[in-house]
């Protein structure tokens, strides 16, 4: 999961700009580029418009499997316009932009703008500052990098600061370093955001269930949605007699939440030496 915690906002309306003024004879506006190009609506206008390519496909696809479907086949005809030739080396798939992730948005954007109409002028030198969050059998791990977008020939290239620097001290004591405590180092509206984008992994995970977490530090405390997600992530489906679903006594809230790291470790996450019932110091209140 990438968190962009620095962004330059010219880039982006400059895109959403272009987007609109090239499909103004579809009467197509575009207002945010993580929520309007998602679907393929917009993408597929885009490949008709730029390239004179019409696809056969549904013009609005409703379900979440026709809309990957779609945008499959779409990324699939405009990587062929866009190059290179090993899809390896692109920054963007069909997942991830149905994910809504800003970050391969704006990459397959601008390659396209490369592409199809260079004499526009993209804002030169544009540098995101990334948290890439990875979660796997030994816990959250987070790095930070910087993604250029543009360079000064307007050429989209993807930066991996840390592998190019060929790891550093400095870099490697950062590694090592407890994700969390990375994160409480952050400036206030970089904590905000990271806490937003953590937020929106969790909705995606739960919303099938009909659940939405609003406040992580209040909605977390009694263990259930907590659970849930554990049973999301990893597949598979906690008993509801092995734990309180509307807990009212401190009790059941430790004995969920108990049970949740419980499950962590099982499942081989490393989880911090932090008990249950321990008070640690939520991200709202970083201020």
Same mark, same amino acid.
């Given at each position: 999961?990438?968190?962009?915690?620095?962004s330059?906002?010219s880039?982006?309306?400059?895109?959403? %700009?272009?987007?609109?003024?090239?499909?103004?004879? *579809?009467?197509?506006?575009v207002q945010?580029?993580?929520?309007?190009?998602?679907?393929?609506?917009v993408?597929h206008?885009?490949?008709?418009? @730029?390239?004179g390519?019409?696809?056969?496909?549904?013009?609005i696809?409703l379900?979440?499997?026709?809309?990957?479907?779609k945008?499959?086949?779409?990324?699939?005809?405009?990587?062929?316009?866009?190059?290179?030739e090993?899809?390896?080396?692109?920054k963007?798939?069909f997942k +991830?932009?149905?994910?809504?992730?800003l970050?391969a948005?704006?990459h397959?954007?601008?390659?396209m703008?490369?592409?199809?109409?260079?004499?526009?002028?993209?804002p030169?030198?544009v540098?995101?500052? +990334?948290v890439v969050?990875?979660?796997?059998g030994s816990?959250?791990k987070?790095?930070?990098?910087?993604?250029?977008?543009? %360079?000064?020939?307007?050429l989209?290239?993807?930066?991996?600061s840390?592998n190019r620097n060929?790891?550093?001290?400095?870099?490697?004591?950062?590694?090592? *370093?407890d994700?969390?405590?990375?994160?409480?180092?952050? *400036?206030?509206?970089?904590?905000?955001?990271?806490?937003?984008?953590?937020l929106?992994?969790i909705?995606?995970?739960v919303?099938?269930m009909?659940?939405?977490?609003?406040d992580?530090?209040?909605?977390f405390? %009694?263990?259930?949605?907590?659970?849930? @997600?554990?049973?999301? @992530?990893?597949g598979?489906?906690?008993? @509801?007699? %092995?734990?309180t679903?509307t807990?009212?006594q401190?009790?059941?809230?430790?004995h969920?939440?108990?049970?949740?790291?419980?499950?962590l470790?099982?499942t081989?996450?490393? +989880?911090?030496?932090?008990?249950?019932?321990g *008070?640690?110091?939520?991200?709202?209140?970083?201020?």
């Open positions: 999961m990438n968190l962009i915690i620095t330059d906002r880039l982006g309306s400059t895109l959403v %700009d272009w987007i609109n003024t090239t499909l103004k004879p *579809e009467h197509i506006v945010s580029l993580e929520e309007d190009l998602y679907d393929g609506l993408l206008h885009l490949l008709c418009e @730029l390239a390519v019409h696809l056969p496909v549904e013009e696809a379900s979440s499997a026709a809309q990957i479907r945008l499959e086949l779409i990324l699939e005809e405009l990587n062929k316009h866009l190059g290179p090993d899809d390896s080396k692109l963007w798939n +991830v932009i149905h994910n809504k992730d970050l948005t704006i397959l954007l601008v390659a703008v490369n592409r199809f109409q260079p004499e526009l002028n993209l030169p030198n540098k995101v500052e +990334v969050v990875e979660v796997g816990g959250i987070s790095r930070t990098e910087m993604e250029v977008l543009t %360079d000064d020939r307007k989209t290239q993807h930066v991996d840390l060929g790891g550093s001290d400095s870099l490697g004591s950062a590694q090592k *370093e994700p969390i405590d990375q994160l409480l180092k952050l *400036e206030v509206h970089k904590v905000n955001t990271v806490k937003q984008a953590i929106h992994f909705n995606q995970k919303s099938n009909g659940l939405q977490v609003v992580m530090d209040t909605q405390a %009694d263990g259930v949605i907590l659970l849930l @997600l554990i049973g999301q @992530l990893e598979f489906f906690i008993p @509801l007699h %092995d734990f679903l807990p009212c401190p009790s059941e809230r430790l969920n939440v108990t049970l949740a790291f419980d499950l470790r099982e081989g996450f490393e +989880v911090p030496s932090v008990s249950p019932q *008070e640690e110091i939520p991200l709202s209140s970083i201020q």
